[in-house]
C-alpha cells in the first residue's frame, strides 16, 4: 500500500480508513431513521417529529460530539482517499488490469475514488442545502416554537421549485453512487480490520451487499415521494 495520504504508516492508514467507513455507515443508519419521518408521517404531525428530530441532532450535547466526529471521518475518509487513488495510479501509469480488469476486482473497487468523489460533492451540496440553512440559515420557527426545516426540505423538493426536479435526479444519482461505494467498501472495512473468518466473512459480505442496496433506495425514496406528492 502507498505511504502517501494524511498518514503516512501504511498500517494506521488501512486502519483508520476502515474505522471511519464504517462508523460512516453507522452515521448512514442513524440520519436515514430520522430522516424516513418525512415517509411516514405527514401534515402537522410530520412538520412536528421532523423538526423535533432536527434540534435535537443539533443542540444534544452528545450528538454535537458525535457530529465533529462525523465531519473529521468524512474529511479524512475523503481527502485520503482521494490522495490515495491518485498516488496509486501515478506509480501505475499503464494499468497492469487494465485488459481483464473484470477478471481481478469488481467495478466498484477500480472506481473508488471515482465514486467517493462524487458522494463528497453530493455532501457539500447537501450540508448547503439544509445543515448550513439549519445552523445559520434565516429559517421561520413553526407552530410549535422550532426551526422549520420541515417547510426548508418539502419547498426544495417542491415541484414550485424550478430546479428540484435537478434537485430529485441529482440526489437519487448520488445514492446510486454510493451504494457502488458501500458494495465494496463495507466487506473491505472488515477485512482491512483482519475480521475474516471462514464462517464469518460470508455473511459480512451479504450483509454489505443488502446495506448497499437497502440504505440509498430509502435515501432516494424520500425526493422522489416528497416531489411526487407535492404535484
Not at 494499468?95 to 473497487?109: C, F
Amino acid at each position: 500500500m502507498s505511504n502517501s495520504g494524511i498518514l503516512k504508516s501504511s498500517l494506521a492508514k488501512k486502519y483508520v480508513m476502515a474505522l471511519t467507513g464504517l462508523f460512516l455507515c453507522l452515521f448512514l443508519v442513524g440520519h436515514l431513521a430520522g430522516n424516513l419521518q418525512l415517509l411516514l408521517k405527514s401534515g402537522a404531525e410530520g412538520q412536528r417529529a421532523f423538526n423535533e428530530y432536527a434540534q435535537f441532532m443539533t443542540t444534544f450535547p452528545l450528538v454535537k460530539i458525535l457530529s465533529y466526529l462525523t465531519y473529521a471521518s468524512v474529511l479524512f475518509h475523503a481527502i485520503d482517499g482521494i490522495v490515495l487513488t491518485m498516488a496509486n495510479r501515478k506509480a501505475r501509469p499503464v494499468g497492469y488490469v487494465n485488459e481483464k480488469g473484470s477478471a481481478n476486482s469488481n467495478w466498484s473497487s477500480r472506481n473508488m475514488g471515482i465514486l467517493g468523489t462524487i458522494i463528497l460533492v453530493f455532501l457539500v451540496s447537501h450540508m448547503q442545502n439544509f445543515w448550513y440553512q439549519m445552523h445559520f440559515g434565516d429559517i421561520p420557527n413553526d407552530p410549535n416554537g422550532l426551526k422549520d426545516l420541515y417547510g426548508v426540505v418539502l419547498k426544495f423538493f417542491s415541484p414550485e421549485n424550478s430546479m428540484s426536479l435537478f434537485a430529485v435526479v441529482g440526489y437519487v444519482l448520488a445514492q446510486g453512487a454510493l451504494a457502488f461505494h458501500l458494495s465494496h467498501g463495507f466487506a473491505s472495512g472488515f477485512q482491512s480490520l483482519g475480521l475474516r473468518h471462514a464462517k464469518y466473512t460470508p455473511v459480512i459480505e451479504w450483509s454489505g451487499k443488502i446495506f448497499s442496496v437497502l440504505v440509498p433506495a430509502l435515501f432516494a425514496i424520500i425526493p422522489i415521494y416528497l416531489y411526487i406528492t407535492q404535484q
